[in-house]
Antibody, heavy 122, light 103 residues
Framework: QVQLVESGGGVVQPGGSLRLSCAAS????????IHWVRQTPVKGLEWVAF????????WYADSVKGRFTISRDNSQSTLYLQMNSLRAEDSAIYYC???????????????WGQGTLVTVSS | DIQMTQSPSALSASVGDRVTITCRTS??????LNWYQQKPGKAPKVLIY???NLQSGVPSRFSGSGSGTDFTLTINSLQPEDFATYYC?????FGGGTKVEIK
């Protein structure tokens, strides 16, 4: 069965950096684009970034553009999110989510990981 | 950017009730309009994709419909495990959620 397991969350000071990982299994990782989506009680669900199945192109929400970098290692079936210049408003649960259509960007979040909590605080 | 307005934001219902949740978009859409269920402490789970397609493994009491700017999620005969928060989503935008509580 499809599994997505996030890790790397924690507490970081404003201006700091953190790298999240998402280990995937149960499907052909190299065929699917993957998203990062975050959630807070106040702002709700917010799409963060997407990377194509082959890693050749990335898309970002305006709120993280220039600060976050999404990447993937297809040999390890792992997705990453490098987060720099972190702000208090980046505090959230971060989920990785598999797009539902192979080799496409549909924003159909077919499977989700369990999430990892990021807290930006001094 | 397209805005998604869900209504109601919360509702109380009894087991066996039929529940309808509405999602209105700020402009007409033609691509994937999806519905998710989320229970406390868990990740969202897709119920309906592309307006009316039931995700594999999801009970048939869930259904989706709509077109243009108005979309609906219907739960026929609400079950105890259906008490949760429901979200609509299109492209990179999510609705604000509808919390379905026990009456």
């Amino acid at each position: 069965q499809v599994q997505l397991v996030e890790s790397g969350g924690g507490v970081v000071q404003p201006g700091g950096s953190l790298r999240l990982s998402c280990a995937a299994s149960g499907f052909t990782f190299t065929n699917y684009g993957i998203h990062w989506v975050r959630q807070t009680p106040v702002k709700g669900l917010e799409w963060v970034a997407f990377i194509r199945y082959d890693g050749s192109k990335q898309w970002y929400a305006d709120s993280v553009k220039g600060r976050f970098t999404i990447s993937r290692d297809n040999s390890q079936s792992t997705l990453y999110l490098q987060m720099n210049s972190l702000r208090a408003e980046d505090s959230a649960i971060y989920y990785c989510a598999k797009d539902g259509v192979a080799a496409a960007l549909t924003y159909y979040f077919e499977y989700w990981g369990q999430g990892t909590l990021v807290t930006v605080s001094s | 950017d397209i805005q998604m307005t869900q209504s109601p934001s919360a509702l109380s219902a009894s087991v066996g009730d039929r529940v309808t949740i509405t999602c209105r978009t700020s402009q007409s859409i033609s691509s994937y309009l999806n519905w998710y269920q989320q229970k406390p402490g868990k990740a969202p789970k897709v119920l309906i994709y592309a307006v009316s397609n039931l995700q594999s493994g999801v009970p048939s009491r869930f259904s989706g419909s709509g077109s243009g700017t108005d979309f609906t999620l219907t739960i026929n005969s609400l079950q105890p495990e259906d008490f949760a928060t429901y979200y609509c989503q299109q492209s990179y935008t999510f609705g604000g959620g509808t919390k379905v509580e026990i009456k």
